[in-house]
């Protein structure tokens, strides 16, 4: 549960974890989202125990509510009725007790909430360009995988295939993954802080990762979507040419009947964004001098600077990118 920083694992990899774990260990979660692979959470353990330590200890079950330790609200789990002090339970405590490793069972993962993270609402996606990097113990994942037809794996079914069991990290792996995590965390506070700098909305943020590959296509679903922006945005074109021969991708219009310049990017915009963005503003209002323009734009992510120096324009920046994160 990662609401509270535990884990429970059962017999088909406790054995595994409980041979490969210590305290201070890291531990790092991933989830399939929208066909997407994303890196959840990150465990900085501070204790581990067979489930069954837990189950015997009031001040434990009374802490934590992971579903390991509660099985008599869980009966699914165990084929029926729970029974606390079952020889096997008994045989693991005993073993435990005796400084022993356990009977193949469920184990349970305590991670220290000061050093743990949470990353579900802002998730950072996994693909080559991060897994690659990833020595995994001497056994990197393998991008040229070619199934029993003779067809070559995409990557996220390599990804996939090299993830579905749990994977030992060298330090240097894990020192990789903490450190993006912790830049993560810190660009989300600087985020926080910044008015003008607001995410889409996750589904729609999702929807637009997985089915626009390019500017174009961002600019199909902005303007097919236009209110995800601003629910009092009214779409009245795109493409438009000005009498300099730049292009406005997307005109809309306020509840307060002004012009609304939105500038598409795929990916991380930068200064020469905002460069735009002005020279649009700028030539507009000489082309329509009795209209006072605003200017908006719509990014994965967007840099320390142009975030700061819309802040100060009052520019307002929309970004579908909160779970697209790069190094």
């Known amino acids: 549960m990662i609401e509270e920083f535990t884990y429970g694992e059962g017999s088909a990899f406790s054995t595994f974890i409980w041979n490969n774990i210590n305290i201070g260990s890291r531990i790092f979660f991933h989830a399939v989202i929208g066909g997407v692979r994303y ?22 079950k009374d802490k934590y509510k992971n579903p390991h330790l509660h099985p008599e609200k869980f009966s699914e789990w165990w084929g029926g009725i729970y029974y606390p002090g079952d020889h096997f339970e008994l045989s693991v ?20 909430p000061k050093r743990s993270y949470d990353l579900r ?36 079914m390599c990804i996939r295939s090299c993830l579905r069991p749990p994977r030992v990290l060298s330090k240097p ?39 626009c590959s390019n500017e174009k296509e961002i600019e199909d679903y902005i303007v097919n979507n236009i209110r995800i922006l601003d629910k009092n945005l009214t779409y009245h074109g795109r493409q438009i040419r000005l009498q300099d021969g730049s292009i406005i991708d997307v005109l809309a219009e306020d509840n307060k009947r002004r012009p609304v310049i939105i ?5 991380t915009a930068d200064d020469s ?29 967007a840099s320390y600077r142009l975030k ?3 802040e100060h324009l009052g520019i307002e920046i929309y970004f579908y990118g909160d779970i697209l994160f790069r190094t």
């Open 39 to 60: 890196l959840t959470a990150m465990y900085y353990i501070s204790g581990f125990f067979p489930a069954a330590i837990g189950r015997q200890n009031n001040e434990i």
């Open 93 to 112: 405590i005993k073993a435990y007790e005796a400084g022993l490793q356990p009977p193949k069972s469920d184990i349970i993962l305590i991670g220290d």
């Open 121 to 156: 609402k802002s998730p950072i996606v996994l693909d080559k360009n991060i897994l690659s990097r990833l020595d995994l113990n001497g056994k990197p994942i393998k991008w040229n995988i070619i199934d029993k037809k003779g067809n070559f794996l995409n990557e996220n």
């Open 173 to 211: 792996d894990g020192d990789f993954l903490e450190n993006i995590i912790i830049r993560r965390i810190k660009s989300i506070k600087l985020d926080k802080m910044l008015l003008n700098f607001k995410p889409i909305n996750q589904s729609d943020a999702y929807r637009m990762q997985l089915m």
């Open 263 to 267: 500038e598409i990017k795929k990916g």
């Open 273 to 301: 964004t905002l460069t735009q963005v002005l020279s649009y503003l700028y030539q507009y209002e000489r082309q329509y001098p009795y209209e006072a323009a605003i200017g908006k734009i719509v990014c994965g992510d």
């Open 308 to 310: 700061n120096a819309c």
